[in-house]
């Protein structure tokens, strides 16, 4: 029993460790979770003796399980959209405040990003880029040669900066102010504050997979887009700035996966068209970067 409570001890040491390299992987809290929980289990069930690092162990089972979680994945249309966005935490798990705090630490465009990676890129980039491991041990997970590994994480580097050409600072700043904007005010539900930052004859389009109908939905003017805005917000999570096709833009993305966008046109300082996407064709068109 004494032996079984050190090795346990231990293991706790590295249960955040191993919980944020696999939640960086999955997307997940839940999924996490249990690929750490299988991680335990087998260390439980192993011969201790003859492992020489017990964070290298760890960290190498929770790759593979990870690494087999994604390849087994369906993509990332797999749920399908019926009409209606998912209520505020609906998609997130057990625990949506922890789920969260976790899509926080990490940022929503990022984990839309790795989201769109190969599995092997997606655990080396998280593995050698965000936790330091070597390529060498990450070649033993991924079943590949360190060279091979290391050409993995440099795709999925290019693929996270994205390729979008250089932006204007300040159109770029301007853009994000008012996306900022507009978001804390939706949250607040501050109509004025809504008003403030919506052209007079701002439009949003809302495809089919986005409405509340079947069809999709044009709005017209800045006090009825305020007021939907608004009473979205109240019940869409997960919601963060990105760039979308290279213009500051919003994601929704429980789980890490990507269910909406809301595009952006911007003209004389205020926001005159929104465009929300969440028809899984349309999404796979879309080009989400990290700001």
Do not use: N
């Not at 004494?2 to 839940?30: C, H, I, T, W």
């Not at 009825?224 to 993305?253: I, K, N």
């Amino acid at each position: 029993m004494d032996d079984e409570a050190v090795l346990a001890r231990r293991f706790e040491e590295q249960r955040p460790r191993l919980r944020s390299v696999a939640y960086r992987m999955l997307g997940s809290a839940a999924e996490a979770d249990d690929a750490v929980q299988e991680a335990w289990l087998r260390l439980s069930r192993s011969d201790v003796g003859g492992i020489e690092s017990l964070p290298a162990w760890l960290t190498t089972v929770v790759a593979r399980l990870c690494l087999s979680a994604l390849r087994t994945r369906g993509t990332r249309g797999e749920v399908p959209l019926d009409g209606a966005l998912p209520e505020a935490g609906e998609e997130a798990g057990a625990d949506p405040e922890r789920e969260a705090v976790l899509a926080e630490s990490v940022g929503l465009a990022m984990l839309v990003v790795l989201d769109t990676l190969a599995p092997a890129e997606r655990v080396a980039f998280v593995l050698h880029d965000m936790f330091a491991v070597p390529f060498d041990e990450i070649a033993r997970m991924t079943e590949r040669t360190p060279a091979a590994a290391r050409q993995l994480a440099s795709r999925a580097r290019r693929r996270v900066r994205g390729a979008s050409p250089a932006p204007d600072d300040a159109e770029r700043d301007e853009q994000r102010r008012l996306v900022a904007a507009f978001l804390a005010a939706s949250r607040d539900g501050d109509l004025d504050a809504l008003v403030a930052v919506l052209d007079p004859d701002v439009v949003l389009h809302a495809d089919r997979a986005a409405g509340p109908t079947p069809e999709s939905v044009d709005v017209r003017g800045r006090l009825r887009v305020a007021h939907g805005a608004s009473a979205a917000a109240a019940r869409v999570a997960f919601t963060e700035p990105a760039l979308v096709d290279g213009s500051v833009g919003l994601v929704m993305a429980p789980a890490g996966r990507l269910r909406l966008v809301l595009a952006f046109t911007f003209a004389d300082g205020v926001i005159s068209g929104i465009d929300v996407v969440a028809d899984p064709e349309r999404l796979r068109g879309v080009r989400i970067e990290v700001l």
